[in-house]
C-alpha cells in the first residue's frame, strides 16, 4: 500500500464548482456501504449527504441567477436608452427553482475534507476504499490516461431559448462545443469555453418556437484539442 503521507498531500477535492459537486454527490453515494468498516458515525453519513445535495442545488442555481440577470440587466438598457418608439419588449420572467434542500452548516468544503482525513486514518481504510469514495487524487499514471477522456456535462433549458451547458473542467484548460439542430447535416461549431458554464444563446430556427438541440464537447488543453468527443446530450428549448 502507498505510504499515507504522500497520498494524503495530494489533492482530491476539485477546484471547479461544477466538478466539486458531482464530486460531493458521488462520496454521498459511496459513503454507506463503507461507513462500517471506517466506524464513520450515521451522523456523519447524514452531513455528508446534506452537503452534497445543498452544494449541488446551489451550483445548480447560480448561472440561472446570472443569466437571469443578464436579461433583465439587457431589458433595462433597451427600456431606458433604446430607440425611441421602437416595439416594446417583453419583460423577463423569474428564473424558477426546485425547492432547496435542507440549510447546512457554513464551511461543507473543510467539513467534508476532515471527514475525508479521518476516514483514511481508520484502520478499516484501504487504498482501493479511498479510490471508490474519490477521496484520493489521481496518479501521475492516471492523468495521462486522462488524455482519451472525454467531458461530461449536462444541459438546461432556460427562458428565451437559452440553453445552458454545465461541463466538468478536470485538469484541462477548457472544451470546444459544437451543436446540431434541424436543417443542420453537421456539427457546427458554437465556440470555446474556458469556465462552466457555457450558455448557448442562439435565437430558434423558427422564431416563438420550442426546439430540440444536440451538443457535443471535446477538451483543449490551451489551443489544442485533446481527447475523444462527449457522448451527445439534448435538450429542448423553452421559448
Do not use: C
Amino acid at each position: 500500500m502507498e505510504g499515507f503521507e504522500s497520498m494524503a498531500s495530494r489533492e482530491f477535492v476539485p477546484g471547479n464548482d461544477t466538478a466539486l459537486a458531482a464530486w460531493l454527490l458521488h462520496f454521498a453515494s459511496k459513503i454507506d456501504a463503507h461507513a462500517p468498516a471506517l466506524s464513520v458515525s450515521a451522523a456523519d453519513v447524514a452531513a455528508l449527504k446534506a452537503d452534497a445535495a445543498m452544494v449541488d442545488w446551489t451550483v445548480k442555481v447560480l448561472p440561472s441567477l446570472r443569466a437571469s440577470s443578464q436579461q433583465f440587466t439587457a431589458y433595462k438598457d433597451d427600456l431606458l436608452n433604446g430607440q425611441t418608439g421602437g416595439p416594446p419588449d417583453a419583460a423577463p420572467t423569474a428564473p424558477t427553482f426546485l425547492p432547496p434542500p435542507a440549510a447546512v452548516p457554513t464551511g461543507a468544503i473543510p467539513r467534508t475534507r476532515a471527514l475525508a482525513q479521518r476516514i483514511k486514518k481508520s484502520p478499516g481504510y484501504t487504498d482501493a476504499i479511498g479510490r471508490d469514495l474519490g477521496i484520493i487524487a489521481p496518479t501521475a499514471a492516471a492523468l495521462a490516461d486522462n488524455d482519451a477522456s472525454k467531458p461530461t456535462f449536462r444541459a438546461t433549458p432556460l427562458p428565451h431559448s437559452e440553453i445552458r451547458l454545465d461541463w466538468v473542467k478536470g485538469r484541462h484548460s477548457g472544451v470546444v462545443i459544437q451543436g446540431k439542430r434541424a436543417g443542420d447535416t453537421d456539427w457546427v461549431d458554437l465556440g470555446k469555453d474556458n469556465y462552466s458554464p457555457y450558455v448557448d444563446g442562439r435565437s430558434p430556427v423558427t422564431a416563438s418556437t420550442s426546439e430540440t438541440r444536440q451538443y457535443r464537447a471535446r477538451y483543449l488543453d490551451k489551443d489544442n484539442e485533446v481527447g475523444e468527443w462527449s457522448d451527445v446530450v439534448s435538450a429542448v428549448t423553452t421559448a
